[in-house]
């Protein structure tokens, strides 16, 4: 029986061991790995220097105002230092606060990496045919058919030959997202956007419980480096305080294989493969994509499924062979 709890042991270990792996997914912001150059914090020293302001964008000692409480503004910031890395994950603490009452607010805020800078357009204050990345935090829903529950948090890849459509809020553009209850929250609320891997995932901390949840896994995204990271915002005839308080960088460690080491990343074009098209999201009206492979969780669970099986199986096994050689024992 000593073999056996050995092995009970080593599973034990096993699931330690993974437990660990899938908890740390979302870095836990080790200083180590925050690229600086490419992070706003306070007291905001490198705006003017690594990271330029449009329009209404107001720099204080607390906070970067993107737009204030007022209609039809529009604001942007822009880290001037083009980002070379592979792997990267951005932490972005904000604030969307005003005095509209329930439904009566707007527009929301745009997270961006992309291949031009400070090109004004339609789409939260930035250029609608744009290059790269951009995820959505919208407070406003402009079409009337959705039954989706606003705020909403979408994420979209583009290689300037899409235009988001802002009547029905990005929805035939988007790669999936969620509901958030972000505005007029009394404490720090969140957002994670990490891209290793050729893997897009978004998650959020907007419940005051510092923990991560979920919102966006996809896999198959081709995102190039030398793209710049931005925000933006804009109100129309609805209004909100739309406030960035820091926008961190944090490089990830990934080993990559030789020929992905080799390849010119800057030549990539954005692009996302699918099981389905992104379209396939205006008939769901949960807006989550369908077609997306399991995430790091369901594959770990079902290991652990199949493990426990394994467990069991050899523990009832185990006990009836014990069983047997004490029968056994009896007849001699």
């Not at 080790?30 to 490198?46: D, I």
């Not at 822009?78 to 707007?106: A, R």
């Not at 820091?246 to 990559?256: G, I, P, T, W």
């Not at 030789?258 to 999201?281: A, C, G, M, Q």
Request: contains cysteine; glycine residues 8%; aromatic residues 12%.
């Amino acid at each position: 029986m000593s073999g056996f709890k050995t092995f009970l042991s080593s599973i034990f270990i096993f699931f330690l061991v993974e437990c660990c792996l899938v908890g740390c997914d979302i870095t836990d912001g080790n200083a180590e790995h925050l690229k600086r150059e490419h992070s706003l914090t306070k007291p905001y020293q490198g705006v003017g220097n690594q990271w330029d302001f449009w329009g209404s964008t107001l720099v204080t000692s607390s906070y970067v105002r993107l737009t204030p409480d007022e209609r039809s503004k529009q604001g942007s910031i822009w880290n001037t230092v083009p980002c070379y890395l592979k792997d990267w994950e951005m932490h972005v603490q904000f604030k969307v606060h005003g005095s509209g009452k329930k439904n009566l607010h707007g527009d929301g805020i745009a997270i961006w990496y992309t291949k031009d800078r400070l090109h004004p357009g339609p789409v939260f204050s930035n250029n609608a045919h744009f290059h790269g990345l951009a995820v959505f935090i919208d407070t406003y829903s402009n079409d009337d058919s959705t039954d989706r529950s606003f705020p909403y948090i979408s994420a979209m890849v583009n290689n300037g030959t899409v235009s988001y459509d802002h009547g029905k809020d990005g929805r035939s553009s988007e790669l999936g997202g969620c509901s958030a209850d972000i505005r007029n929250r009394d404490f720090d609320t969140y957002l994670a956007i990490r891209y290793s891997r050729g893997r897009l995932t978004v998650m959020v901390d907007v419940d005051d419980k510092n923990e991560w949840k979920e919102c966006i896994d996809i896999g198959g995204v081709r995102l190039p480096t030398g793209y710049f990271f931005g925000a933006s915002a804009a109100t129309g005839d609805l209004s909100d305080n739309h406030d960035v308080i820091s926008m961190k960088l944090y490089q990830l460690m990934v080993d990559h294989s030789p020929e992905e080491e080799n390849l010119d990343w800057t030549k990539i074009e954005p692009s996302v493969s699918l099981f389905k098209s992104p379209k396939d999201n205006i008939d769901d009206p949960t807006g989550n994509f369908r077609g997306t492979p399991l995430t790091g969780w369901k594959v770990f669970l079902l290991l652990l499924c199949a493990l426990l099986g394994i467990v069991v199986c050899a523990v009832v096994g185990a006990v009836v062979f014990q069983k047997r050689q004490e029968r056994n024992k009896r007849f001699y």
